[in-house]
């Protein structure tokens, strides 16, 4: 049985999870859209399991998604470094999208 959210009870459901700082609220609203947006596309409904989503999908800055996937962004500026590791992302897995100090994107 499935019944809709909005995006303050997607954030509320985080709160009871205890999983609150898992993503900025900008990467909730990112995440949020991205299922929404993949429910319209899919017209398939997407169960709402917090402990499911912390796993599967991370917030992360550019440096350290660089950092932990051995991306070269050495000598970069910002938005070269940016370009660089979304192109890479986009590459290896799904991407929600960005927010203003990281990228929402499925684990992997």
């Given amino acids: 049985m ?3 959210v909005n995006f303050s009870q997607f ?3 985080f709160q009871n ?3 609150s700082a898992q993503f900025s609220y900008e990467g909730k609203r990112v995440l949020f859209d991205y299922i929404e947006q993949l ?8 169960e709402l ?8 999908w991370e917030e992360s800055d550019v440096e350290d998604i660089a950092a932990n996937y051995n ?6 500026d ?4 940016l370009a660089v590791v979304s192109e890479y ?3 290896n897995t799904q991407v929600a999208g960005q927010t203003p100090t990281g990228i929402v994107f499925q684990s992997f």
């Avoid at 991306?71 to 970069?76: F, L, Q």
């Fill in 39 to 46: 429910e319209d596309d899919t017209g398939h409904r997407v």
């Fill in 78 to 81: 910002s938005d070269e470094a």
């Fill in 49 to 56: 399991d917090i402990i499911a989503l912390c796993c599967e």
């Fill in 2 to 4: 499935y019944y809709s």
């Fill in 17 to 19: 999870h205890d999983r």
């Fill in 89 to 91: 992302l986009e590459e």
């Fill in 71 to 76: 991306i070269d962004i050495e000598g970069m």
């Fill in 11 to 13: 954030c509320d459901a």
